[in-house]
């Protein structure tokens, strides 16, 4: 069965320096991978995607993830934290092996970029 | 703005009670997902619609319900509602099932007292 695993419930950051938010997923074949930021009172925002090719992707606000197959990894990763990146992040897996169309969700983890 | 639009906002109601919920992919998507975002239960998966078809089922209770309709949009429906009820309901959409991301909806918040 699929899982996603976010083993940071909180993480912070001072503004400038960079961050880091940990992923890791297990699935049954080749994984799809997701990141989402949800803002207070906000609905998820699609931040990048992993499908296949270069293991570093870039995405929206100047995220960008590391995928790593031999670790199972898709850490989230910024180089200069803003304090408005403050937010909760999702990391989330598709399946496509099983067919299962729907993205899991790991558990969020709570970014606070201190001024 | 996501293009993935959901009604109401807000729902207070009580136990025991019926509710609907409302959401409009966005134009083009075929696919359309129900989550739900409690505090302790983080974010569940509870079922997919693409074209009108069922397509995956996830944690969601027998008093849960859904359809899509013709015109893709799609409601949740929640019956003989709980206190334990009461969260944020996300509807998301995408086109093509598997390669692209879903884009999701503000979320409509209930709350049962």
């Known amino acids: 069965a699929q899982s996603v695993a976010q083993p940071e419930d909180q993480v912070n950051v001072a503004e400038g320096n960079p961050l880091t938010v940990k992923c890791t997923y297990s699935?049954?074949?080749?994984?799809?991978l997701f990141w989402y930021v949800q803002y207070p009172n906000r609905g998820l925002q699609f931040l990048l995607k992993?499908?296949?090719?270069?293991?570093l992707v870039k995405g929206s606000y100047g995220f960008e993830a590391e995928f790593n197959k031999s670790q199972t990894s898709f850490h989230l990763k910024k180089p200069s934290a803003l304090v408005s990146d403050s937010a909760l992040y999702f990391c989330?897996?598709?399946?496509?092996?099983?067919?299962?169309?729907?993205?899991?969700f790991g558990t969020g983890t709570r970014l606070t970029v201190i001024p | 703005d996501s293009g993935v639009t959901q009604t109401p906002k807000h729902l207070i109601t009580a136990t025991g009670q019926r509710v609907t919920l409302r959401c409009s992919p966005r134009?083009?998507?075929?696919?359309v997902y129900w989550y739900q975002q409690s505090l302790d239960q983080g974010l569940q998966f509870l079922i997919q619609?693409?074209?009108?078809?069922?397509?995956a089922k996830g944690n969601i209770l027998e008093r849960f319900s859904a359809q899509q309709f013709p015109d893709l949009h799609s409601e949740l429906n929640l019956s003989s509602l709980e206190l334990g009820d009461s969260a944020l309901y996300f509807c998301?959409?995408?086109?093509?099932?598997?390669?692209?991301?879903?884009?999701f909806g503000q979320g409509t918040r209930l709350t049962v007292v």
């Open positions: 998301a959409s995408s086109h093509r099932e598997m390669n692209t991301e879903a884009f």
């Open positions: 699935v049954s074949g080749n994984p799809y």
């Open positions: 992993y499908i296949t090719g270069d293991n």
């Open positions: 989330a897996v598709r399946d496509i092996k099983t067919g299962a169309n729907n993205l899991f």
């Open positions: 134009s083009g998507d075929l696919s």
């Open positions: 619609y693409y074209n009108g078809e069922e397509r």
